[in-house]
């Protein structure tokens, strides 16, 4: 199978701009989980979406957004760019709601807002 | 704050020796995972244990989950250079719906 792709992979955006990610998730995995990632906060969930549903969502203010198309392809916006939002962003699949089964990470794309 | 916290946080060891890793963990959970991260990549899952667990093996990893003392150690034995990563502990309390990751310890593995 092929494994959770993330594009782009690197992005450089400047402030007050919005950007788009998009992860595709391993066939058949309906979950679909986002992570930030930074160096002072390491890795912060962002909110996870089953079946074109959001299950839950990390303490991130409301410029971050996401949403989960049919063919469990999920997309994260963030509007309003700031500095600190300059991150790794991390897409993970799982087989199964709930945390039972484990997280597949795609390479993340790395943000960088000047 | 986090509820894994990875111990130490950074490790350097030769190639051929052993690694440990410790998680410490503050709420009760239902299973707990390790992950790696090569630099700039994504993680990739190590092994899961559940809270009714004790120990599991996998290849030159084994996991050991202490819910008494809410810890759990990886050790890899006979360590190669290819190991040199961040790892990370990765908690689900009962009712959680997310995974909680520690801040990770970095393995340098010095051939």
């Known amino acids: 199978k092929a494994g959770v792709t993330q594009t782009p992979r690197y992005l450089i955006k400047t402030r007050g701009q919005q950007v788009t990610l998009s992860c595709s998730p391993i066939?058949?995995?309906?979950?679909v989980s986002w992570y930030q990632q930074t160096p002072g906060q390491g890795l912060q969930f962002l909110f996870e979406y089953f079946s074109e549903t959001q299950r839950n969502k990390g303490n991130f203010p409301g410029r971050f957004s996401g949403r989960q198309f049919s063919n469990s392809r999920s997309e994260m916006n963030v509007s309003t760019l700031e500095l600190g939002d300059s991150a790794l962003y991390l897409c993970a699949s799982s087989g199964e709601v709930g945390g039972s089964s484990p997280l597949h990470f795609g390479n993340g794309t790395r943000l960088t807002v000047t | 704050s986090q509820q894994g916290e990875e111990d130490p946080q950074a490790l350097s060891i030769q190639e051929g020796e052993n690694a440990t890793m410790n998680c410490s963990y503050k709420t009760s959970i239902n299973n707990l995972q390790w992950y790696r991260q090569n630099s700039g990549r994504g993680l990739v899952h190590l092994i899961l244990?559940?809270?009714?667990?004790r120990e599991k093996h996998s290849g030159r990893l084994r996991v050991t989950l202490d819910t008494s003392k809410k810890s759990s150690s990886l050790l890899i034995t006979a360590s190669r250079a290819a190991d040199t990563a961040s790892y990370f502990c990765?908690?689900?309390?009962?009712?959680?719906?997310?995974?909680?990751f520690g801040p990770g310890t970095r393995l340098s593995v010095l051939p």
């Open positions: 244990i559940r809270s009714n667990e």
């Open positions: 990765a908690t689900l309390p009962p009712y959680g719906q997310n995974f909680v």
């Open positions: 066939s058949g995995h309906r979950s």
